[in-house]
């Protein structure tokens, strides 16, 4: 509003100079006044250059960029930020064919984990302690009118902590998905306590490796299970890391090892990155319900990420005989309701100080320009793709 009005008083003394009784005025001071309606009108360029936009959303079935689209406008609660970075994931994408097939939507706005500068405050967020310039970052909600993957978007002050001054915003960015994961599964659906042993399926992706770092760091024994030659290669190498559990040579496997590496007690946590419905599929080498199931220790749990996870009769029965339980994880629950914001924030804000403190090291894979996004998207990647800006 304030750059607004200034170009506007610009304009206007330079419509005085031009039209408003040049013969009455001093040489010096229309000189000044066409200045002014010079710096007005480059000014007025700036500002409508300003308030457009380019921007990724889901539109048609897929991906595309539109140029030209409005800035938004934030609201009290809001705050309007310049994105730095916004992490490309997966889950983006299934979660917005969700809403594009049960709700109709089309031209929806995708990104998720974003960090940037904050340009603009809103009355509520301003009393919740945000200024212009502070570095930030936050979650989207699914079903918000503003994405990640965009020049500028709306971050709610409820889903949103400030990025300390030593940490750099694509990193930033980049510890959101597997943090908020972690702190979900870990501290909310299973209770981990120190001494645990955890297996992390998956456990060489972005969110793999964030919720390693952060059991590890919590005082678990971790299981990193690898699916290939190359993740058990990573595994091995990465901090946190207690025993790789590698499947690259069959899915049978699993039970075995998980066995061994807690001398026939079994597992406390269970994590995983994906299942198999029956140990005939092929398609990955995952563990399937029942090796997750068996491979429990007594009272343990297990926290998936399947939406659609279906359970046998028998399969209950055994989680049943073993006091078990199955928690689902779905972060994206954090922002659809406003029940425990508090506690969303406490993640955050605990999450960049671990971040900070190098107890948690995202990593990135690769680095996009917004055009790039559409035809990376779909792609299946070991780390984390970060769209900078």
Excluded at 26 to 54: E, K, P
């Amino acid at each position: 509003h304030s750059q607004a009005a200034g170009w506007l008083l610009e304009l206007a003394l330079g419509v005085a100079s031009r039209f408003c009784c040049p013969l009455l005025l001093g040489s010096r001071c229309r000189q000044l006044l066409t200045v002014a309606w010079g710096a007005g009108l480059n000014c007025l360029r700036a500002s409508l250059a300003a308030i457009v936009m380019r921007v990724v959303v889901f539109k048609e079935g897929t991906l595309q960029v539109v140029e030209g689209e409005p800035r938004p406008v934030p609201s009290s609660d809001d705050l309007l930020v310049r994105v730095h970075a916004c992490v490309v994931t997966q889950p983006d994408v299934r979660v917005l064919r969700l809403y594009h097939d049960l709700k109709g939507m089309t031209g929806i706005a995708v990104g998720s984990h974003v960090a940037g500068v904050v340009e603009e405050v809103g009355p509520g967020a301003e009393a919740a302690g945000f200024a212009v310039g502070d570095k930030v970052a936050g979650v989207i909600a699914p079903d918000a009118e503003s994405g990640g993957y965009a020049e500028h978007t709306l971050l709610s002050c409820a889903a949103t902590t400030k990025v300390p001054e030593g940490v750099e915003l694509s990193l930033a960015a980049a510890s959101l998905p597997g943090g908020i994961q972690a702190y979900t599964a870990f501290q909310y659906l299973s209770h981990l306590t120190p001494g645990a042993v955890v297996a992390v399926a998956n456990g060489s992706s972005l969110v793999g490796t964030t919720l390693i770092q952060l059991a590890a760091s919590w005082g678990a024994r971790v299981l990193g299970v690898a699916s290939t030659v190359a993740e058990a290669v990573f595994l091995r190498e990465l901090d946190g890391v207690t025993e790789v559990i590698d499947l690259s040579t069959g899915h049978g496997n699993f039970i075995q090892l998980c066995m061994e590496a807690t001398h026939g007690l079994g597992v406390d946590v269970i994590v995983d990155g994906g299942v198999l419905a029956a140990v005939t599929d092929t398609e990955r080498c995952l563990p399937s319900k029942h090796d997750i199931i068996t491979c429990l220790a007594a009272g343990g749990k297990w926290v998936t990420a399947v939406h659609d996870l279906q359970l046998d009769p028998p399969d209950s029965q055994v989680l049943f005989f073993k006091q078990c339980s199955l928690g689902f994880l779905c972060e994206q629950a954090w922002v659809m309701s406003g029940a425990h914001q508090g506690r969303l924030l406490h993640i955050l804000a605990d999450l960049m100080a671990k971040v900070e403190a190098k107890a948690v090291k995202p990593t990135i894979s690769k680095v996009l320009s917004l055009s790039e996004v559409p035809g990376t998207v779909l792609e299946t990647m070991t780390g984390a793709a970060i769209l900078q800006l």
